[in-house]
């Protein structure tokens, strides 16, 4: 593979090798850029040399909390510049994940990838930009799961490790609360599936614009409280899941309760974690998947390998709009190839390594973050005998009326079976209502049950 380079750095193998994680900080001199050329999170302001990439030109907030589908008319009304297919992929192999390129090569009669104009349009309000420029000297990674000295921004900007590039993904601003309509489907070979529909409410504490004192990042103190209520099919209907997140592993950094209505009681639940299975999904993603991924890192030894022009599904209007029924996304084998929407996006690079000591379904996961969100788009996720598991594609989406950029929806090819599963639609029900209040007690394993029970 060519060099990457990392912030004008041309690094080789063995010098990714050195960076490890630990307690550095960002150099001065490096987090002076971050008010030059380089965006406030530490993407790089201007386009690339081709032209192909443009300068950053953050969108304004606008919209209200509830009841707003994200769309721009004006990128919505775009066509394709053109189209990747099993033809012409060659041409294109460094800016395609593995996943995607195995897609092209399986069905290379019905699989494409539309490719349209680049618009860097992602940002976060101005505060999170602001502290996040501040947290670039002061945030520090002990080990690979306790971030610290942060507050509510991105807390590694200019990232020295893999880890801390997956924590800005974890601890990125994704607004005060949400009630998300999460439908999934697991679609079968011929296209056919089920349907599972899922109401999720959280609360963010960092990050959190409302909050005075804001939460500074420090093991211990809470980062999210969520909970989820299943409400069909029959036979899963009733089944809630609570999660409390830290930052740490074990109980510390995670405490989960689940209700099952055959027992009519709540419980804890040390399974809601790493790769055991979510529930309602028959094995098609694991817990450390939900959000492309949201598990503990202590499993893994990461790498930061640099950056990459990808193409990566990006301003996701369409496919995650409500013009589009479930029955138009689910095609045999993939996604209905015309629905998503391709840009060329410069992404950061990170591998994970599963260690020998602390197993995992995965051996290794390739990580592709898109650089002015933090936001994972895709990963590569390979077996124990090296061969390409599954792909996970994240459609982005940068939401104005929060000002944040989520995946929706998240699709995980199972390359092993040819079935995928698909998570995070909401096209048939109601977009996320971030306007809702929910205090501490609404979160707890008492109040859930007592809710579950009635």
Known sequence: MRLIHLFGTALTASSLLAVQPGLAKAPPEEAARLTQDLTPVGAEKAGNKAGTIPEWTPMSQSGPLKDFWPTNPKIDAEKPVFTITAANMAQYAENLTAGHSELLKRYPDSYKINVYPTHRNATFPQE????????????????????????????????????????????????????????QMIVQLDGSFTLTKI??????????????????????????????????????????????????????????????????????????????????????????????????????????????????????????????????????????????????????????????????TFKKIVFYIDEDSWSIFARDNYDHQGELMQLQEGHLISASNVLTTTSVPEVVYHFDSGRYFVTAMANEDKPTDASLEFDDAYFEATSVQRRAAK
């Open 199 to 360: 109401v999720e409410d959280v609360n963010f504490y960092y990050g959190n614009l409302t909050l005075d004192p804001p939460v500074e990042l420090k093991p211990g103190i809470p980062l999210i409280k969520y909970v989820s209520e299943t409400l069909s099919p029959p036979r899963l209907a009733g089944t809630f899941i609570v999660a409390h997140e830290k930052a740490g592993t074990g109980p510390e950094g995670r405490a989960a309760w689940l209700y099952a209505p055959a027992l009519k009681r709540i419980r804890r639940a040390p399974a809601v974690c790493c790769d055991n299975p979510y529930e309602g999904t028959d094995g098609h993603q694991f817990y450390d998947q939900v959000d492309m991924f949201n598990g503990v890192l202590e499993r893994f030894t990461w790498k930061l390998v640099g950056k990459r022009e990808m193409f990566m599904p990006y301003n996701s209007h369409r496919i995650a709009g409500n013009t589009i029924k479930y029955d138009d996304i689910a095609h045999p084998q993939h996604v209905n190839p015309e629905l998503p929407r391709f840009e060329l996006h410069r992404a950061w690079v990170v591998e994970a390594e599963n260690k020998s000591d602390l197993r995992h």
């Open 128 to 183: 999170i930009l602001d502290a996040t420029v501040a947290n670039a000297t002061t945030a520090i990674l002990e080990g690979v799961d306790f971030p610290s000295g942060a507050t509510l921004g991105i807390p590694f900007p200019i990232p020295q490790s893999g880890a801390e590039a997956i924590w800005n993904h974890k601890l990125k601003y994704r607004g005060t609360t949400a009630r998300r309509y999460n439908n």
